[in-house]
């Protein structure tokens, strides 16, 4: 699902970045404005997050709280990597959970093999007592 093939070739905007992950996760545009204004009823949280994703809006916007509630509820690929074409950025490679326990063995591997060295240099420190 998070494939590379997944994501869109561009975004017209920063709101069709967004609509297009709201799209992608399958929730519906309800569940997810009630996520990004709890305590609101459903059909007024829709509502706020229908006019705030709209440019032709002036009277609701989103904060960048609402924007990362909004990420973090769908999938942040698609606002990521039309932040990374707005400006001139390449788009980054999702990390897999194999390539996360790959880096942390090996820095397990390089933390032993600099406590062997320093082990082995221990003796010459208490030599100089």
């Known amino acids: 699902m998070n494939n590379q093939k997944d994501n869109y070739l561009f975004y017209e905007s ?20 009630m996520s990004v204004y709890p305590g609101r009823q459903p059909d007024t949280a829709k509502s706020l997050l229908s006019r705030s ?12 709280e609402n924007v990362l509630v909004i990420m973090k509820e769908t999938r942040p690929d698609d606002f990521i990597n039309y932040l990374c074409d707005e400006f001139n950025f390449e788009r980054p490679i999702k990390k897999t959970s194999e390539k996360i326990k790959k880096n942390i063995q090996a820095e397990i591997q390089e933390i032993n093999s600099r406590l062997k060295i320093l082990i082995r240099q ?4 208490e030599d100089d007592k």
């Open 14 to 33: 920063p709101f069709d970045a967004l609509e297009k992950s709201i799209a992608f996760s399958g929730k519906p545009k309800k569940a997810i404005a």
């Open 53 to 64: 994703m709209s440019s032709e809006n002036t009277d609701v916007h989103l904060s960048v």
């Open 122 to 125: 221990l003796p010459a420190l």
